[in-house]
């Protein structure tokens, strides 16, 4: 099979490139869910779209989003079609593996102040020392005032970081299994040295100094940590990878690489036949679980409103507008990398340049946790994404009982939906940095685009 650099003349590969410059710029501003969100309504709203509103009328080709608490959106376009006939949706996850602030988090140890934190997400824990990290996130005062908080992005700001050990003195450390060279309670942030100004001596004056700091630069107190929700981010940009820029590294490619590919996807849908949906969740990295993640009632409680709307909603009609529907669960797969080959099934894997990746199944061991797509769905898939020349492969997460993974797409599937997972192949994912094929990034977007217009 060839890649898909080979089939671009010089007019596609420019498009290939404009893309990924941009999506670049995206992930550069969205490396926390609720940033993933603010920037997908800044290009929603250029693009046309308004938020949701209970006063207003709706009718087929309206632009619309619904915000849930900042932290996950879902947006339409709506259909010639009545909903209960369904709807072609898109759903890709917006929070990546991190490292979170625990709500009382500063100490002071032999003159060194201290972040206590704990992770988010499968992590390997070493990946995370020794390296810049930005906070990223929201302080919400008593009084409702909300401060939003990125520290560590510009050349000028100050980073944090997990200090290593030193390997002078790492014989034991060097003994340890993977899972356990850095343990999780000890992956606290430094952040602090200096000791407050005092004509006395003080108890923990470097934790003043640093209490001073927030108070004075960024407008909140030690307190103010109970509520806020801040996290430890690989600092810097995106980058080109490799020299021909064929690829790029950076922070968080699962999921916002499906996300950003499917949001300009439904941002470039016009007048559909049927509804279509893009939602962006938020929790997936756990199991989906709570308010703004895929588990929660949001999307379906959006799907009533729209219904509402056209003068017809009851439980079964909205039962009806769901297994009716049509997803794309738009998530990441495992690329080959040819250094680790030992861990695919060559025959199955996913490959660098060979287009979107779709997963018939993911889990783990037998199948466990997987939404497994009925192969009728996949024969609809194949049809169009030939018709239309959009590369792709179908592939597998790894080799059996090797390990597994899971995504969103059996969550929507429980509604009784056709659902497949289709993304962008990966390396190192859920490393501070990954990797992924422009030429892949770009197939995504065409296979996204597509299926919104003709999948029925």
């Not at 509103?53 to 087929?60: C, E, G, I, L, R």
Request: charged share 30%; hydrophobic share 35%.
């Amino acid at each position: 099979m060839k890649t898909v650099w080979e089939k671009y003349d010089e007019k596609q590969l420019k498009k290939v490139m404009d893309l990924s410059q941009d999506y670049k710029q995206y992930l550069n501003r969205s490396k926390t869910e609720r940033e993933a969100v603010k920037e997908a309504i800044k290009l929603a709203e250029k693009a046309g779209f308004s938020e949701f509103k209970k006063n207003k009328t709706v009718k087929a080709g309206d632009k619309l989003y619904f915000n849930n608490r900042g932290k996950s959106l879902v947006l339409f376009v709506i259909g010639k079609k009545p909903l209960e006939e369904g709807l072609n949706i898109l759903g890709a996850h917006i929070d990546s593996p991190r490292i979170d602030v625990k709500l009382n988090p500063l100490y002071e140890d032999n003159g060194l102040v201290l972040m206590d934190t704990h992770y988010y997400g499968g992590i390997k824990k070493y990946q995370w020392t020794a390296r810049p990290l930005a906070i990223h996130g929201v302080v919400v005062k008593k009084d409702g005032k909300k401060i939003d908080i990125c520290i560590g992005e510009k050349e000028d700001e100050p980073i944090v970081e997990i200090s290593d050990l030193l390997i002078h003195l790492a014989k034991d450390q060097m003994a340890k299994t993977g899972a356990n060279v850095v343990e999780g309670e000890d992956l606290n942030a430094l952040v602090g040295s200096i000791p407050a100004k005092s004509k006395k001596e003080e108890k923990e004056a470097v934790k003043k100094n640093i209490l001073n700091i927030l108070k004075k630069e960024y407008g909140f107190e030690e307190d103010d940590f109970i509520s806020a929700e801040l996290e430890l981010v690989p600092a810097g940009k995106a980058r080109d990878l490799g020299l021909d820029r064929s690829m790029i590294m950076g922070y968080g490619h699962d999921d916002r690489i499906c996300a950003y590919t499917s949001l300009r996807a439904i941002l470039e849908t016009e007048k559909p036949e049927r509804t279509s949906a893009c939602i962006l969740t938020d929790k997936e990295e756990v199991g989906s679980i709570g308010s703004t993640g895929a588990q929660s009632a949001f999307f379906a409680n959006a799907i009533a409103e729209l219904l509402n709307k056209e003068g017809s909603y009851n439980d079964l009609k909205l039962r009806h507008a769901l297994e009716n529907s049509r997803m794309l669960s738009s998530d990441v797969s495992a690329a080959f990398d040819p250094n680790y080959p030992q861990v695919n099934d060559a025959k199955n894997a996913a490959y660098f340049g060979k287009g979107i990746s779709f997963n018939k199944y993911t889990g783990s061991r037998g199948k466990g946790g997987s939404n497994d797509a009925p192969a009728e769905y996949i024969a609809k898939i194949r049809n169009i994404l030939d018709k239309n020349d959009v590369s792709y492969q179908f592939t597998e997460l790894g080799r059996v009982d090797q390990g597994g993974g899971g995504t969103i797409a059996y969550i929507l599937a429980n509604q009784n939906m056709d659902v497949i997972d289709a993304g962008i192949a990966v390396q190192n994912m859920h490393a501070p940095y990954e990797t992924a094929s422009k030429g892949d990034i770009y197939e995504a977007y065409r296979a996204y685009k597509v299926f919104l217009k003709e999948m029925k």
